[in-house]
């Protein structure tokens, strides 16, 4: 099993910035890849970003260029640096871990509001 928490979402303003934790616990030696969901109002959870155990990233072509995705791995934590929101990435960002066995697991999801 692994637990993820997660903390650093709020409030800006548009073409600020915030940067996204994620702790992991637990079984992490059985982590292949960890990533970072959003979910809008009304709108399917899709990826934002994803991390190999190795450290190669990927991101989704909406925030390439102004997300970061990076991993610590002697605290077992994932980030996600955020620059340059705009209003449509308001969302609950949600942290991702998948299993060796492509088991995934969940944080608890954390609110990001992108507003003047």
């Known amino acids: 099993q692994v637990q993820l928490v997660e903390s650093g979402g709020g409030l800006v303003q548009p073409g600020g910035s915030l940067r996204l934790s994620c702790a992991a616990s637990?079984?992490?030696?059985?982590?292949?890849?960890m990533g970072w969901y959003r979910q809008a109002p009304g709108k399917q959870r899709v990826l934002v970003a994803s991390?190999?155990?190795?450290?190669?990233?990927n991101y989704a072509d909406s925030v390439k260029g102004r997300f970061t995705i990076s991993r610590d791995n002697t605290k077992n934590t994932v980030y996600l640096q955020m620059n340059s929101l705009k209003p449509e990435d308001t969302a609950v960002y949600y942290c991702?871990?998948?299993?060796?066995?492509?088991?995934?697991?969940w944080g608890q999801g954390t609110q990001v509001t992108v507003s003047s």
């Open positions: 991390i190999t155990s190795g450290g190669s990233p």
């Open positions: 637990g079984s992490i030696f059985s982590i292949r890849a």
């Open positions: 991702n871990a998948a299993s060796r066995s492509s088991a995934y697991y």
